[in-house]
């Protein structure tokens, strides 16, 4: 069982960054690939990026590549965004979520999920 609890979100202007933190329970982290994900009104829930339970493989959707960063640090059971030069487009309800085995980018690949986090970019 994997508990996961996401911080960071809120309020911001196009241009600016934000820092999301998924911190997880459970002593099998480190086995876990993780993923983000957003949902924004009215649309389906979509991959944002992952990475495989070692950090050394990454994976973004295109419209993120070169402004979000994944990372995790497993001694803090913790997975990280970095969302630099954000856009009005990225206004979404932000969720992690843990998978046993390899990154995945669709959503009924993992098991665990947040509850999520608000992040609003204002124009």
């Known amino acids: 069982q994997v508990l996961l609890v996401e911080s960071g979100g809120g309020m911001v202007q196009a241009g600016g960054s934000l820092r999301l933190s998924c911190a997880a329970s459970?002593?099998?982290?480190?086995?876990?690939?993780l993923g983000w994900f957003r949902q924004a009104p009215g649309k389906d829930r979509e991959f944002v990026a992952a990475i495989s339970w070692s950090g050394t493989s990454t994976n973004y959707t295109d419209s993120v590549k070169g402004r979000f960063t994944i990372s995790r640090d497993n001694a803090k059971k913790t997975v990280y965004l970095q969302m630099n030069s954000l856009k009005p487009e990225d206004t979404a309800i932000y969720y992690c979520?843990?998978?046993?085995?390899?990154?995945?980018?669709?959503?009924?690949?993992?098991?665990?999920w947040g509850q999520g986090t608000q992040v609003t970019v204002s124009s």
């Open positions: 459970g002593r099998t982290f480190s086995t876990y690939a």
């Open positions: 979520a843990a998978r046993r085995g390899t990154i995945a980018r669709m959503v009924g690949n993992y098991d665990y």
